[in-house]
């Protein structure tokens, strides 16, 4: 399963890794495996053309 990652342009950096740790022990507890990890970096949610977003679609 693909993990895909929004970093906030308005909050902190290390907040995208306390979830990537987040996503990849809840991924683990229920027995999938993550087959890429996808990270945006500080996109809005709004703009539809996020270029990871498109990769991982």
Avoid: N
Wanted: proline share 7%; net charge positive.
């Amino acid at each position: 399963m693909p993990a895909y990652l929004r970093q906030s342009k308005r909050k902190k950096p290390s907040l995208s890794t306390d979830q990537l740790l987040q996503m990849r022990t809840w991924c683990k507890a229920q027995g999938h495996r993550i087959a890429m990890e996808y990270i945006e970096p500080a996109a809005s949610t709004t703009d539809k053309k996020r270029p990871v977003f498109q990769q991982m679609i």
